[in-house]
């Protein structure tokens, strides 16, 4: 069975510009999740999908970032100008249902200059 | 073995020793608790998992206690490997799974030959 796959794998970009973010999640996995891990930290939750709705984006900073799941498949986190600090690894995760073990990809790493 | 107290970002063991990764939690309605293992350039890999209606699970080469009463976690290593090292972080999910994992912060597992 094939893991979460996520791309691009590194990215470097200079601020103020656009950059996204995609994920597949593993088939039949209805619960996806986007977390954003900074330096020697645990991830931190941004967005949770249940199918295509997103159920909880409290901690998304919804001034410069945005996500979608259209078809409750793969998803997309856009950020819409990238400042410094958004400089992280950015890992998403799927369960089969939300309260269940959840799978993460292998996350993109970016770097803003 | 070696024992530690509560977290340390760095934790060094003999190969074929026991470890002992400590994480104290926070919020007393968690119920289910996850110990996750990420090498670098990786994302979080799943080991084990417990909920809040048991104090001990054990899988292969792997156990994990929970005290409830202090909110206390602690994931066991038997017999350390070269591929052991990576660095640990716990997870906690609120009552009933509902939302995304909070982390903790993580330890350094560093073997030793």
């Known amino acids: 069975e094939a893991g979460v796959v996520q791309s691009p794998r590194y990215k470097i970009i200079e601020k103020k510009q656009p950059v996204a973010f995609w994920c597949n999640p593993i088939s039949g996995h209805n619960t996806l999740y986007w977390y954003r891990q900074n330096l020697g930290q645990g991830p931190e939750l941004l967005i949770r999908y249940e199918n295509e709705e997103a159920v909880d984006d409290s901690q998304l900073p919804k001034d410069r970032f945005s996500a979608e799941r259209l078809k409750g498949v793969d998803s997309t986190l856009k950020i819409q100008p990238a400042e410094l600090g958004d400089s992280a690894v950015y890992l998403c995760a799927s369960s089969p249902q939300r309260g269940n073990e959840q799978f993460f990809g292998p996350g993109t790493r970016l770097t803003v200059l | 073995g070696e024992s530690v107290g509560l977290h340390l970002p760095t934790l060094s063991v003999q190969e074929g020793d026991n470890s002992i990764i400590n994480c104290a939690y926070s919020n007393s309605a968690s119920d289910y608790f996850i110990w996750y293992k990420q090498e670098s350039g990786k994302g979080p890999q799943f080991i084990i998992d417990?909920?809040?209606?048991?104090d001990k699970r054990q899988g292969q080469r792997v156990t994990v206690l929970l005290n409830k009463t202090v909110k206390h976690l602690s994931l066991q290593i038997a017999a350390t490997q070269p591929g052991d090292s990576a660095v640990y972080f716990c997870a906690e999910g609120p009552s009933g799974g509902a939302d995304g994992l909070t982390f903790g912060k993580g330890t350094h597992l560093i073997i030793q030959p």
């Open positions: 417990i909920r809040s209606n048991m």
